[in-house]
């Protein structure tokens, strides 16, 4: 059958599954809104793992627009994520072996 092993194949999928998770635990990045006023730290698993708000920010009283900063901060932290991980991701599946991919 042209050597294509499947025991192999599935040894190494689950030693790039656990590669994965450990590359998911170690990601962390940072995004921010507002000219840095706003800024999130997410890591691979899309744990948000900080918050930091300018003082100034709450001061201003605007509520809205510290809100908008704060989504903006956090969806930018999740396409970061994003990003990576499908780096991540293409340059495991490339290792396999597996025609086409």
């Not at 050597?3 to 994965?20: C, H, I, P, T, V």
């Not at 809100?67 to 396999?96: F, H, P, W």
Request: charged content about 25%.
């Amino acid at each position: 059958m042209g050597g294509f092993n499947l025991q192999d194949l599935m040894s190494k999928a689950r030693a790039q599954y656990e590669s994965l998770q450990k590359k998911m635990q170690e990601t962390v990045v940072e995004a921010s809104a507002g000219g840095g006023t706003v800024t999130a730290k997410m890591d691979g698993r899309k744990q948000l793992l900080s918050l930091k708000i300018d003082p100034e920010a709450v001061k201003s009283g605007d509520v809205e627009m510290l809100q908008d900063l704060i989504l903006a901060a956090i969806n930018e932290a999740s396409r970061k994520v994003d990003g990576q991980m499908q780096s991540t991701v293409g340059g495991m599946l490339g290792g396999l072996g597996i025609p086409g991919i």
